[in-house]
């Protein structure tokens, strides 16, 4: 006579969801444990740079070897770290242009050397900025760039829709040129800033485009006195209460 005995798992549970045995003694119960590779990760062969060369020397005691050191450790050091600078990924928009300024209206300037004095406005610059000339006959302001922020639009306007500024005239027609210190040649003053000089193409382009818009001032009564006078305020008198 035969006995069978019944089918039972290995690892009898102790509670619902806790087997007697760990992962490991099981494995080694169903034998499975020898198939199991240890993971070995292939190390990586790094060639070590030669730091120093030897170099033979003769002396007095005979010849010898001295390491010379191929990289020269450096002997100063910052205090600080400074932080790297980020590539910037935004994009750079094009400044919107208020819907008061148009081509040939008169803005009142309220801050820098010219603040209060009116001038007229003519183009707005890639840099978003204003191009601005008085003109330079009537109240002695020159072409000058001016952000919208720093101005007051009026209803004044002078028709020069058909005058074209002169393609030299852009962003870096402004600019300065800055000198700077040779190295080596260190002084104790600073170095004078260099003042900026008028040349001569600056006096045609200035002379070309006041001619012009002067024409157009002509045309109209009483706009070159309104330019020649500077904008101020009076005793009760608001700026957010009038109208230019």
Known sequence: MTITKKHCSRNPK???????????????????????????????????KKRFVLKKLTTQSGPQQRKVYLKKSHRWYPTQDSPKRKKSTRRQNPTHLRGSITRGTILILL??????????????????????????????????????????????KIKINDFAVPPAVTDSYFKRKRTRAKKGKESLFAPEETKSVVTTEMKEIQKQVDTLVIKAIQAREHVDAYLRTKFSLKKGQYPHEMKF
Do not use: W
């Open 14 to 48: 102790l509670a619902s969801t806790v087997g007697r045995y760990s992962r490991t003694v099981m494995k080694r119960r169903r034998g499975t444990f020898h198939r199991i590779k240890a993971y070995k990760p292939q190390e990586k062969v790094v060639e070590k």
């Open 111 to 156: 801050g820098g050397k010219h603040k209060g004095k009116r001038v007229v406005f003519l183009k707005q610059l890639k840099s978003g900025l204003l191009l601005v000339t008085g003109p330079y006959p009537l109240n002695g302001i020159p072409l000058r760039r001016v952000d919208q922020a720093y101005v007051i639009a009026t209803q004044t």
